[in-house]
């Protein structure tokens, strides 16, 4: 199976505040990669897809980036709303794995 | 708008089965492939399997491989998957979710709100 680690776990960060994830695939994944946000006791959300496209409806302050091994999700300016835990997907191999997730606070 | 209802979730003994059902709405469900999705409490997602469009092909994770089928009655617009031999680690809030479009994507683009299966005695 394709491991996804990210990093960090956790975060706190304040309004207005650029911010960034990474997720690190165990081998080479191309573009297969997808982003989600889940808040707390709900379901998670599609953000962006095929590493840095921006799904329908998702405010373009949040951005994905990179290729192969390495890749980046980026908030520009931390809005309130925010507040959630963010998985990296792979779906270049089955099965599909997540990453352990990114948990954001505001400070 | 779409819509994805899921039911039957709920306390189970270690080794009995239990099924789940997924109601979907406002969209051509026979036109997509669908997924099931867990996360147990306070932890990550999981993806659990996968059914085609036509219900032509189904792909499992291996901790599930063998104890849960999937299928879809798209006469019915509802999805399932039938647990068999439950376990302790199965315990999770079980969400379905719906792919892009009907080649296969695994984008999980629309998702329900999740039912809570606790495996215990």
Known sequence: DIQMTQSPSSLSASVGDRVTITCQASQDISNYLNWYQQKPGK???????????L???????????????DFTFTISSLQPEDIATYYCQQYDNLP???????RLEIK | ????VESGGGVVQPGR????????????????GMHWVRQAPGKGLEW??????DGSNKYYADSVKGRFTISRD??????YLQMNSLRA????????ARDRGTVTTYHFQHWGQGTLVTVSS
């Open chain 2, 48 to 53: 659990v399997a996968v059914i085609w469009y």
């Open chain 2, 89 to 96: 680690e199965d315990t999770a809030v079980y969400y379905c």
């Open chain 2, 1 to 4: 708008q779409v819509q994805l």
């Open chain 2, 74 to 79: 798209n006469s019915k617009n509802t999805l």
């Open chain 1, 55 to 69: 799904e329908t409806g998702v405010p373009s302050r949040f951005s994905g980036s990179g290729s192969g091994t």
């Open chain 2, 17 to 32: 089965s239990l099924r789940l059902s997924c109601a979907a709405s406002g969209f051509t469900f026979s036109s997509y």
């Open chain 1, 96 to 102: 599909v794995t997540f990453g352990q997730g990114t």
């Open chain 1, 43 to 53: 379901a998670p959300k599609l953000l962006i897809y095929d590493a840095s496209n």
